[in-house]
Protein backbone atom coordinates (compact mmCIF):
# COMPACT_ATOMS: atom_id res chain seq x y z
CA UNK A 1 0.00 0.00 0.00
CA UNK A 2 2.81 2.14 1.13
CA UNK A 3 4.94 1.51 -2.06
CA UNK A 4 1.46 2.74 -3.99
CA UNK A 5 0.95 5.57 -2.90
CA UNK A 6 5.15 6.67 -3.48
CA UNK A 7 4.64 5.66 -7.19
CA UNK A 8 1.53 7.36 -7.26
CA UNK A 9 2.93 10.47 -5.61
CA UNK A 10 6.18 10.17 -7.96
CA UNK A 11 4.39 9.98 -11.31
CA UNK A 12 2.09 13.55 -10.54
CA UNK A 13 5.33 15.09 -9.33
CA UNK A 14 6.70 14.00 -12.87
CA UNK A 15 3.80 14.96 -14.80
CA UNK A 16 3.49 18.13 -13.09
CA UNK A 17 7.41 19.17 -14.09
CA UNK A 18 7.04 18.09 -17.38
CA UNK A 19 3.61 20.20 -17.86
CA UNK A 20 5.22 23.18 -15.90
CA UNK A 21 8.27 23.07 -18.59
CA UNK A 22 5.97 22.65 -21.70
CA UNK A 23 4.08 25.31 -20.96
CA UNK A 24 5.81 28.52 -19.89
CA UNK A 25 6.56 30.67 -22.31
CA UNK A 26 10.08 31.00 -23.75
CA UNK A 27 11.22 34.29 -22.36
CA UNK A 28 8.62 36.39 -22.95
CA UNK A 29 8.37 39.24 -21.75
CA UNK A 30 4.65 40.62 -22.02
CA UNK A 31 5.68 43.94 -21.39
CA UNK A 32 7.57 44.23 -25.03
CA UNK A 33 4.57 43.08 -27.04
CA UNK A 34 3.05 45.45 -28.96
CA UNK A 35 -0.62 45.50 -30.68
CA UNK A 36 -1.80 48.01 -33.21
CA UNK A 37 -5.23 48.06 -34.32
CA UNK A 38 -5.77 49.17 -37.94
CA UNK A 39 -9.33 48.61 -40.23
CA UNK A 40 -9.35 48.89 -43.81
CA UNK A 41 -11.18 50.49 -44.98
CA UNK A 42 -10.18 52.97 -42.99
CA UNK A 43 -13.55 54.52 -41.82
CA UNK A 44 -15.83 51.67 -41.08
CA UNK A 45 -19.57 52.09 -42.41
CA UNK A 46 -22.44 50.07 -41.34
CA UNK A 47 -23.93 47.49 -43.32
CA UNK A 48 -20.34 46.96 -45.03
CA UNK A 49 -17.33 44.52 -44.89
CA UNK A 50 -14.44 45.93 -42.21
CA UNK A 51 -11.04 44.22 -41.85
CA UNK A 52 -9.99 44.25 -38.49
CA UNK A 53 -5.95 43.99 -38.19
CA UNK A 54 -4.02 43.29 -35.22
CA UNK A 55 -0.14 44.30 -35.82
CA UNK A 56 1.79 42.56 -33.31
CA UNK A 57 5.37 43.17 -32.41
CA UNK A 58 7.80 42.22 -29.57
CA UNK A 59 6.76 38.13 -29.53
CA UNK A 60 10.04 36.10 -29.07
CA UNK A 61 8.49 33.93 -31.40
CA UNK A 62 5.13 33.98 -33.16
CA UNK A 63 4.31 30.03 -33.05
CA UNK A 64 1.35 28.65 -31.17
CA UNK A 65 -0.05 32.35 -31.16
CA UNK A 66 -3.60 32.57 -31.20
CA UNK A 67 -5.41 35.80 -31.36
CA UNK A 68 -9.13 36.59 -30.92
CA UNK A 69 -11.59 39.54 -31.60
CA UNK A 70 -13.86 40.32 -28.93
CA UNK A 71 -16.42 42.88 -30.65
CA UNK A 72 -18.77 44.88 -27.67
CA UNK A 73 -21.66 47.54 -28.09
CA UNK A 74 -21.18 50.64 -26.47
CA UNK A 75 -24.67 50.27 -24.90
CA UNK A 76 -24.02 46.20 -23.72
CA UNK A 77 -27.39 45.81 -25.15
CA UNK A 78 -25.75 42.70 -26.98
CA UNK A 79 -23.53 39.83 -26.28
CA UNK A 80 -20.04 40.45 -27.20
CA UNK A 81 -19.30 38.68 -30.02
CA UNK A 82 -15.90 36.63 -30.71
CA UNK A 83 -13.99 36.14 -33.68
CA UNK A 84 -10.63 34.16 -34.10
CA UNK A 85 -8.56 35.82 -36.34
CA UNK A 86 -6.03 34.10 -39.13
CA UNK A 87 -2.52 34.90 -39.45
CA UNK A 88 -1.62 36.54 -42.30
CA UNK A 89 2.01 36.75 -41.67
CA UNK A 90 4.68 38.73 -40.48
CA UNK A 91 2.57 38.88 -36.84
CA UNK A 92 -0.50 40.04 -38.75
CA UNK A 93 -3.86 38.93 -37.89
CA UNK A 94 -7.45 39.82 -39.23
CA UNK A 95 -10.95 38.96 -39.49
CA UNK A 96 -13.80 40.68 -41.66
CA UNK A 97 -16.76 41.57 -39.68
CA UNK A 98 -20.13 43.33 -40.83
CA UNK A 99 -21.30 45.92 -38.24
CA UNK A 100 -25.07 46.43 -39.07
CA UNK A 101 -25.61 49.07 -36.95
CA UNK A 102 -23.45 52.73 -36.94
CA UNK A 103 -22.11 53.24 -33.28
CA UNK A 104 -19.03 53.68 -30.73
CA UNK A 105 -17.60 49.55 -30.80
CA UNK A 106 -15.27 48.66 -27.98
CA UNK A 107 -13.06 46.29 -29.40
CA UNK A 108 -10.69 43.64 -27.35
CA UNK A 109 -7.55 41.91 -28.80
CA UNK A 110 -6.81 39.14 -26.72
CA UNK A 111 -3.43 37.28 -27.64
CA UNK A 112 -2.75 34.09 -26.41
CA UNK A 113 0.53 32.25 -26.59
CA UNK A 114 0.79 29.23 -24.35
CA UNK A 115 0.70 30.94 -20.50
CA UNK A 116 0.95 34.39 -21.89
CA UNK A 117 -2.54 36.42 -22.47
CA UNK A 118 -2.69 40.10 -23.51
CA UNK A 119 -5.35 42.27 -23.52
CA UNK A 120 -5.86 45.17 -25.44
CA UNK A 121 -8.66 47.48 -25.67
CA UNK A 122 -9.99 49.73 -28.35
CA UNK A 123 -12.42 51.79 -29.72
CA UNK A 124 -14.00 51.82 -33.29
CA UNK A 125 -16.60 54.43 -34.49
CA UNK A 126 -18.58 53.17 -37.26
CA UNK A 127 -20.91 55.55 -39.38
Known amino acids: MRKSIVLILLA ?22 KVQFVTEPKEGQAGQKLKLIAKISG ?11 EIRTSDKSVNPKLIKAESIGKGNYEVENVFNEPGTYTVYIHLYQEELHITKKKELQVT
Open 12 to 33: VFMLTSIMGCSSSPQGQDPAKV
Open 59 to 69: LVSEKGANVQF
